[in-house]
């Protein structure tokens, strides 16, 4: 059964910076794209960053520049490192990707459990 389970949320103080990982595992043939979306309360989610297979990037306009999304395929693995944080980052932190999880079974999307993350002084 495939599985994301996300990791290096945390409070941080506006203008600090964190690293979320996002690790899959499971039976997983192959991993398309990935990405990280956001939720902040009272709001729709959204997406943040994604990266594909061959590591072409796009970003929300809000978080260009002081975000940087990363891939390591060979471990099945999403980064996101978020610099220059402000207030209006806070939010839950969804890891999303797309997976065929062998040669029987469709591609679908899978998401993590989410990471909560935190910029307050």
């Known amino acids: 059964q495939v599985q994301l389970v996300e990791s290096g949320g945390g409070l941080v103080q506006p203008g600090g910076s964190l690293r979320l990982s996002c690790a899959t595992s499971g039976s997983i043939l192959r991993i398309y794209n990935m990405g990280w979306y956001r939720q902040a309360p009272g709001k729709e989610r959204e997406l943040v960053a994604t990266?594909?297979?061959?590591?072409?990037?796009n970003y929300v306009d809000s978080v260009k520049g002081r975000f940087t999304i990363s891939r390591d395929n060979a471990k099945r693995t999403v980064y996101l490192q978020m610099n220059s944080l402000e207030p209006e980052d806070t939010a839950v932190y969804y890891c999303?990707?797309?997976?065929?999880?062998?040669?029987?079974?469709?591609?679908?999307?899978?998401w993590g459990q989410g990471t909560q993350v935190t910029v307050s002084s």
């Open positions: 990266i594909t297979s061959g590591g072409s990037t």
């Open positions: 999303n990707a797309e997976i065929t999880p062998s040669m029987i079974e469709p591609t679908r999307d899978y």
